[in-house]
């Protein structure tokens, strides 16, 4: 495995650092005040005043991957695309400056991939211009939704029609007035097999029979103006021509998206944990505490280091993961994906807790970005699938050249990879 940068990435960190030192990071308190004034449930003035400077530098899409049958992005593997990511993870709000926000990113790229030409007409083309937002509506309140197929929400046909029946939470996006589209699961067939009783269909949000019940918060943060919804859906008819892939084809489209969306979220945790650490190190350097600097304890160099070291731990194994989506597709990398999704948001939250530590007071504070930083971190080993569940992908995938190849057949130890001597 190469992980050396090609030159149109070097090109391509070099200009979005760039943009990040001239326009973002000097707008974080611009960007914390808007949203605290006034309707916070309206599109951040200084985001949309930078849309337009990031696709003029031509840093807009950049997650689209090659192949796309759209020439919108810039045409980039997951390896290519991961240290880009990393670097607009540094400030939470930044994707949404260059159009590489969750969910829209993955909600793009189910469009790209499944849509019909009609329907990437109305709905990914002015995704990919940033004209419109979109929400994914999967996770329900009533069931253990870490087993996807719990999900209990219907999609009945009726003619020319399907009608839609469920309660929704955790609508990441649907608290944006731009929102317009939600991709629904649900089930098509309840007798079918397991995992072929759900389908995805496209829900326009201004359909009659959507009730938006409440915003959830996050440990207190609500996320305005993106907002994580729970919503009630009534007798809501969508034409049968919204239906993606076909019916029964839910879980497909699933690993699909969520494959992408999973190293997205662990690319940009990797770039949030740097900056957290960079901040510790300004701060243990400049306080001084009990007559020495703060970074001349023992205690909190050890601190440092550990953060440092797993950084680099993560970050290795996320364009490891990366790189091998790339080369074998998402499911022979999928204990990969499962193993960074566990690592990457725990890094994270270890990482912060350090430096909220180091920062005392002002760490949980509004003061800096830690405490918000924090808690999306630590949301994270939830969003996406709980830890334990990818901890069970592992697990399998470990256990796999172990387990009988027939039934009532031991496997050979001698062809068993990794077998030491107590095997």
């Not at 770039?271 to 970074?295: D, K, M």
Request: proline content about 7%; glycine content about 8%; hydrophobic content about 40%.
């Amino acid at each position: 495995m190469n992980f050396d940068y090609s030159p149109k990435v070097q090109d391509l960190r070099a200009r979005l650092s760039a943009f990040m030192d001239e326009h973002v990071y000097p707008n974080e308190e611009t960007y914390a005040r808007q949203v605290a004034e006034g309707d916070r449930w309206t599109p951040v003035a200084v985001i949309e005043e930078l849309k337009p400077l990031a696709r003029e530098a031509g840093l807009w899409n950049l997650f689209l991957p090659p192949g796309s049958r759209h020439s919108f992005g810039a045409g980039l593997t997951n390896l290519e695309y991961a240290p880009l990511c990393e670097i607009m993870g540094r400030v939470p709000w930044a994707p949404e400056v260059f159009n590489c926000s969750a969910p829209d990113t993955g909600n793009m790229e189910v469009l790209a991939q499944y849509g019909t030409p009609e329907q990437q007409e109305r709905w990914l083309a002015p995704l990919l211009a940033g004209e419109i937002r979109s929400c994914f509506a999967m996770t329900e309140p009533e069931v253990a939704s870490s087993d996807a197929t719990n999900i209990e929400s219907s999609i009945r046909r009726d003619g020319d029609d399907y009608v839609i029946d469920g309660r929704k939470w955790w609508t990441s996006g649907a608290g944006d007035p731009r929102c317009r589209v939600a991709i629904f699961m649900g089930k098509t067939d309840p007798s079918a097999p397991r995992h072929r009783q759900q389908s995805m269909i496209l829900v326009p949000m201004d359909t009659p029979g959507i009730t938006v019940r409440r915003m959830l918060s996050v440990f207190g943060y609500d996320d305005a103006p993106h907002g994580h919804a729970e919503i009630a859906f009534e007798g809501v008819r969508v034409p049968a021509a919204n239906l993606l892939l076909g019916e029964g084809r839910g879980f497909e489209i699933a690993q699909g998206r969520l494959g992408p969306g999973r190293i997205h979220h662990c690319m940009r945790l990797i770039g949030l944990a740097e900056r957290a650490l960079e901040l510790t190190c300004a701060r243990a350097a400049s306080r001084v505490a009990f007559g020495r600097p703060i970074s001349e304890q023992g205690v909190v160099r050890a601190g440092i280091a550990e953060s440092r070291m797993e950084i680099e731990q993560a970050r290795l194994l996320v364009l490891k993961a990366a790189h091998m989506m790339d080369t074998v597709g998402n499911k022979a990398a999928r204990a990969e994906i499962a193993m960074i999704k566990v690592v990457a948001p725990n890094v994270a939250c270890r990482v912060i807790d350090r430096a909220i530590q180091v920062h005392g007071g002002a760490g949980v504070s509004q003061d800096t970005f830690l405490a918000y930083a924090y808690a999306s971190s630590r949301t994270l080993r939830l969003a996406d699938g709980p830890d334990e569940v990818h901890a069970e992908t592992v697990a399998k995938e470990e256990l796999r050249p172990f387990q009988p190849r027939r039934e009532g057949e031991k496997p050979d130890a001698v062809t068993v990879p990794n077998a030491g001597v107590n095997a």
